[in-house]
């Protein structure tokens, strides 16, 4: 019903930023909360941040807030996460998520997510 495909991945530097982009395509009508979640190697996926429907309301991870910032253009169908003064404990795939439950206004919770993008990879490295 929905597709989401991330984009923006990379190599950077430590202290460099990226954003990454996410496209929501599909039958779906409107915009949805959505989020960002990532996932290291040999680790489980962890909750980045998140944004309500509007865009009005979001929610950081602690290891999150202050570096990164998410965003919506609902008119473009597509979630931003800006990234900045990045580490390279920040190295790990990237994925973006959609709820069309209706029941949340943010989502910080991966199991309340419905539909997910297939990942785009991040490495921080000198």
């Known amino acids: 019903q929905v597709h989401l495909v991330e984009s923006g991945g990379g190599l950077v530097q430590p202290g460099g930023s990226l954003t990454l982009s996410c496209a929501a395509s599909?039958?779906?009508?409107?915009?949805?909360?959505m989020g960002w979640f990532r996932q290291a190697p040999g680790k489980e996926r962890e909750f980045v941040a998140a944004?309500?429907?509007?865009?009005?309301?979001?929610a950081y991870a602690v290891s999150a807030k202050g570096r990164f910032t998410i965003s919506r253009d609902n008119a473009k169908n597509t979630l931003y996460l800006q990234m900045n003064s990045l580490k390279p404990e920040d190295t790990a795939v990237y994925f973006c998520?959609?709820?069309?439950?209706?029941?949340?206004?943010?989502?910080?919770?991966?199991?309340?997510?419905?539909?997910w993008g297939q990942g785009t990879q991040v490495t921080v490295a000198s």
């Open positions: 599909g039958r779906t009508v409107g915009s949805f909360p």
């Open positions: 944004i309500s429907r509007s865009g009005g309301d979001t």
């Open positions: 998520a959609a709820d069309l439950s209706g029941n949340f206004l943010v989502v910080v919770a991966s199991r309340d997510y419905d539909y």
